[in-house]
């Protein structure tokens, strides 16, 4: 997409994958990782409340800290999530998701349905194909 189709995009003009400059190739690199839908569905399953941080990281197993900094950086500079600063020593930051991210974890719980299914039929599939490759 060129810089004005991504403006135009910008404007309610839908984006287009295959377009090799398109910004939505971006935007899915972002939302399709594990720990944006890990953070999508924790901060979905607390709404309408806020969460802190360290409340977050407790709720996802494995997150590092610097990863779900990453992670909600880029989601609230996406607009997906709100971020609310305390002025305390030590600052209180709370999260929450927004209308539009209400509206991403709805995709992704199809998704995580999907794979939660479907996770025994791929482990399947992966042990056929590595069986196929030590064979072959």
Not at 17 to 38: A, V
Not at 54 to 73: F, I, N
Not at 86 to 112: I, K, Q
């Amino acid at each position: 997409m060129t810089t004005r189709g991504a403006r135009a995009a910008g404007r309610g003009v839908r984006g287009d994958l295959f377009d090799p400059h398109c910004p939505t190739r971006q935007l899915l690199d972002r939302i399709g990782t594990k720990w944006t839908s890990m953070a999508v569905k924790t901060l979905a399953d607390a709404a309408p409340d806020e969460v802190r941080f360290a409340e977050l990281r407790r709720r996802m197993p494995g997150v590092s800290q610097k990863m779900l900094s990453v992670t909600l950086r880029s989601l609230t500079r996406d607009g997906l999530v709100s971020r609310r600063v305390e002025p305390t020593v030590p600052p209180r930051v709370f999260y929450r998701l927004t209308g539009l991210g209400l509206s991403l974890e709805a995709a992704l719980a199809g998704l995580r349905t999907w794979a939660e299914e479907h996770m025994a039929e791929i482990d399947r599939a992966n042990e056929a194909n590595d069986q196929q490759a030590d064979e072959g």
